[in-house]
C-alpha cells in the first residue's frame, strides 16, 4: 500500500491560516468552473501533456480552500492544504487519491480562464509544472475572482 504524499507547493506570500469557513462559494458569473477546467485542459494539450479528468470531490475542497481566501489579499502559503494533509482530512475528503497537489492565486483583474492559468500560474516555475505534471489524472479549478485554488492529483 503506498503511503498519499501531497505535490510540492509552490511558496507564495505567507499570511495567518484562516479556521475553514462554513462560506458558500458560487463560480463567478464572469468565468466558470467549466471555463477554468477548459482552460487548463487547452493549457495542458497545448504543451503535449495527457488530458485530466474533472473531479468533483477535489472541486468541493478547492471551493473550501477559496473560502478560506476570501475577503482577504494575501494568500496562506499553502497552511490549509498542509494543516489538512496533515491531519488526514485533504485524503478523507477528495477521496482515493494517493497524491494531491494545490495551486492558489489571488488575481483581482481576470476576465477568463484563460488569464488565470497564464498570469496566476504559468510564469512560476513550481505552479507551471504542478499544472503540467502527465502524472496528475484529476483536476479542478475554481474561485470566484479574486481568489482562485486548483487542486490536481492521481488515484
Known sequence: TSTPTPL????????PSPEPSALSVEPSAGISEADLFNALVAYRASHGRTPVTR???????????????????DLDNHAGFNRDFDNGSLFAET???????????????????????????????AHREGL????????????????FAGI???K
Open 8 to 15: 510540492p507547493s509552490p511558496s507564495l506570500a505567507p499570511s
Open 55 to 73: 473531479e468533483e470531490s477535489l472541486c468541493v475542497y478547492a471551493r473550501k480552500r477559496v473560502a478560506e481566501h476570501l475577503g482577504k489579499t
Open 95 to 125: 477521496g482515493g487519491f494517493t497524491q494531491l497537489g494545490e495551486v492558489l492565486a489571488y488575481l483581482p483583474d481576470v476576465q477568463t480562464g484563460t488569464q488565470v492559468i497564464e498570469w496566476g500560474w504559468d510564469s512560476s516555475p
Open 152 to 154: 490536481l492529483g492521481h
Open 132 to 147: 503540467l505534471a502527465n502524472e496528475n489524472t484529476h483536476a479542478c479549478i475554481v474561485g470566484p475572482p479574486p481568489c
